[in-house]
């Protein structure tokens, strides 16, 4: 008989609605517009994020050691010793100098002779 076999249009509906079913009903996880942080449907993700910067490459100091020059960042970056005032953050391991070329140093990110 012919009533007792499924016809394709049945049967594509009933995969286009279980396909719709075993999706999740809320994301597994945003990002909060203000903060910034993501989240998950437990609460805020606890990884801290690291910094997305730019790499303007290396420099020679006047001890003779190779040095990060200084960067733009979203966030202070791993080693940064000063923020300056034109918003990038030196890697610089004396105070004489740091940030001469981007306006001065703004805020002291670590303590360096």
Partial sequence: ML????????VS???????????PLVPQSQTDS???QKTT????????????CTNNGTYINSKGETVKRPENCSAAPQGA??????????????????CSHHGGVAKWLLDIR
Avoid: E, I
């Fill in 41 to 52: 449907a437990n609460g805020p993700k606890s990884k801290q994020t690291t910094a997305n």
């Fill in 3 to 10: 009533l007792n076999r499924p016809s394709r249009y049945a």
């Fill in 34 to 36: 203000q903060s910034g």
């Fill in 13 to 23: 509906v009933l995969a286009l609605v279980l396909t719709f079913l075993s999706q």
């Fill in 81 to 98: 010793t000063a923020l300056c005032r034109d918003g990038t953050y030196s890697f610089s391991q004396s105070r004489r100098g740091t």
